[in-house]
């Protein structure tokens, strides 16, 4: 980040988890300068960090003069409705995944930003993680060939009480696993495979007692019949990410996310010309979590540079529609 120029003034709406893991992230480039939440004691927690103003109503932090960008890290049936009104005000926003409970939601959104001329960035936050970063640069070096196929699970224990949280209310989430976790599957999936042309998969609640569902599985295909084979789960019990990506000339397998999900890791299988078992290079990232960091920043110099997010509501749309699909073809018709 070049620290020539000022930071941009950040504004957060939502200071739960995520609200706070983004005001750490921001760096050079941006300063909190507002924060508004609900819980308004939440919200004057997170301003202490910079002696941010405090907003008890979003409507007014997305117009104020301090604010240049805003964060929208709310629960999924406000993240339109702010973002929209963010975009009016004429502020770039960032919005956290899905950015609306449904595509239909997600449309005046749309519309919104291109009648005012901002940047919106979706939070689809596991491209920047480091082992992610590699393999979309393994996958570009043309190193694994022509792709034909991903397969990769991604899943949580929850906790006691999760069914009576607010991601088991439908008005609330738009949905429940398949909304939750499932945006990220299906996000990385169009980012190495390309756009997704036919949809097929199953959401079911086997455990929790809800009216949303606790897993989904779902085979997704380009139209050159590249396969996406996923499944996300609030019953795995284990934390877990795992995700195989596999081309004509050998395969990466990536694992962890930090934390509970375990380190990072991402193993590269080269086929040998005369195949048997392959050539093997691991590459492990047991230090800090820095996607955080590298996601703001590069929405700072879009704005900037005055280009297209690498990952925007256009993304977040295919998604949705994906999820809608799913859940329609499941019998979840409030979830669609």
Known sequence: ??????????????????????????????????????????????????????????????????????????????????????????????????????????????????????KVHVGFNHRYHRSLRKAKELVESGVLGDLMFVRARYGHGARVGYDREWRADPALSGGGELIDQGPHLIDLSRWFLGEITEVQGFAYTYFWDMPVDDNCFMLL???????????????????????????????????????????????????????????????????????????????FEDIRLDREPSVGLLDAQAALKAVESIYLESGYDHCA
């Open 1 to 118: 980040m070049n620290t020539k120029y000022k930071p941009f003034g950040v504004g957060i709406i939502g200071c739960g988890l995520i609200g706070q893991k983004r005001a750490k992230a921001l760096g050079q480039g941006g300063q909190l300068v507002a924060c508004a939440d609900l819980d308004v004691l939440r919200a004057e927690s997170l301003a202490r960090m910079s002696n941010a103003k405090v907003y008890r109503d979003w409507r007014e932090l997305v117009w104020s003069p301090l604010v240049d960008v805003v964060i929208v890290a709310t629960l999924h049936d406000s993240l339109a409705e702010i973002s929209i009104n963010a975009a009016k005000a004429g502020k770039h926003v960032l919005v956290e995944k899905p950015a609306a409970r449904n595509a239909a939601e997600l449309a005046p959104v749309i519309a919104a930003v291109a009648k005012h001329g901002v």
């Open 221 to 299: 295909k380009t139209a050159k019949k590249q396969v996406a084979f996923l499944h996300a789960s609030c019953t795995e019990w284990k934390n877990l990410f795992s995700m195989e990506i596999f081309g004509k000339l050998g395969k990466l397998d990536l694992s962890g996310l930090g934390g509970s999900y375990g380190v990072e890791k991402i193993t590269w299988f080269r086929m040998l010309p005369e195949m048997g078992p392959p050539e093997t290079t691991s590459w492990e990232y047991p230090m800090g979590d820095d996607s955080w960091e590298v996601e703001i920043a590069e929405f």
